[in-house]
C-alpha cells in the first residue's frame, strides 16, 4: 500500500472540531531533514504547505498539515552522540536521575525515541537493563552495534505494555515554560510558564504541552 506523504487536517486533532482557521502561513517547504543529494540538486524538489490554523473551539493551535511518520523518521539523519556536549549532558543528568528516583540495578529503563541510545548508555554501563525504541533503523542499527538493545519501530502503549512500563518521565518538555524564573527551578507540575499560548510558535509549545499532559 503507497504510504501519503501528507495529509491535510481535517478536524482538530484534540477535539475533533472542524472549526479550524489559517492564521499563519509559511509557505511552501520541504520536509525537515530532507537534504537533497548531489544526483538530486538540479531535478524538481518536492515541497509542501506549512500552515498553522487555529481551532474556533478549544483553541489549539496546530499544523494545517501532517507529514507521515514514517516518512520524517525512517530515514532520520540526526545521530545525537555526534555531539561531546550532549553526551556529557546525559552522564551528568544519569547521576540526577538515579538518586532522585532512587533507581538500582534491577530498574529497567526505556527511552523513547532513543537515537544511538546516548541517553540510555549511562544507566547500561550502571548495571541497569535498558531499551531504546527508535524508528530510524539504521540509527536503532548504530545504538545496537554499540550494545544497547534497541526496537527499531514507533513506541505504542501495547509496547509499553509487554514491557511493563510503569511510569514515563517526558524530557524536552522545559521549551513549554519559557524560561522559567530562578525560583521556579526545579519547575513544579503548578507552574504554567510565560510563553505566549498564542504566539507564532506556540504550536511547538502547545504541542509540547499536549503530550506531556497525554503521559
Ligand atoms: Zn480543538
Not at 507564532?200 to 502547545?206: F, G, V
Request: overall charge positive; aromatic content about 12%; glycine content about 6%.
Amino acid at each position: 500500500m503507497k504510504r501519503e506523504i501528507i495529509k491535510k487536517v481535517i478536524a482538530c486533532r484534540v477535539c475533533k472540531s472542524k472549526k479550524l482557521t489559517k492564521v499563519f502561513r509559511f509557505g511552501p517547504t520541504p520536509l525537515a531533514n530532507a537534504f537533497l543529494t548531489k544526483d538530486q540538486l538540479d531535478l524538481p524538489e518536492a515541497f509542501y504547505p506549512l500552515d498553522v490554523v487555529f481551532c474556533e473551539n478549544c483553541s489549539f493551535l496546530q499544523l494545517g498539515h501532517v507529514a507521515s511518520p514514517h516518512t520524517l523518521f525512517d530515514k532520520y539523519v540526526y545521530v545525537s552522540s555526534t555531539s561531546p556536549v550532549f553526551v556529557s549532558h546525559f552522564k551528568k543528568f544519569a547521576v540526577d536521575i538515579v538518586s532522585g528516583f532512587k533507581l538500582n540495578n534491577k530498574s529497567f529503563i526505556i527511552d523513547i525515541g532513543s537515537n544511538d541510545g546516548i541517553l540510555l548508555k549511562p544507566y547500561k554501563k550502571a548495571g541497569m537493563r535498558v531499551l531504546g525504541v527508535e524508528p530510524a533503523k539504521h540509527i536503532a542499527k548504530i545504538a545496537r552495534n554499540s550494545g544497547i538493545p534497541t526496537v527499531a519501530e514507533f513506541f505504542s502503549f501495547d509496547l509499553a505494555k509487554t514491557k511493563q512500563v510503569k511510569s514515563i518521565l517526558f524530557f524536552s518538555s522545559s521549551e513549554i515554560y519559557g524560561d522559567p524564573q530562578p525560583n521556579a527551578i526545579p519547575t513544579k507540575e503548578t507552574y504554567f510558564g510565560n510563553v505566549s499560548s498564542i504566539g507564532h510558535r506556540s504550536c511547538y509549545d502547545e504541542s509540547k504541552r499536549l503530550g506531556r499532559l497525554y503521559v
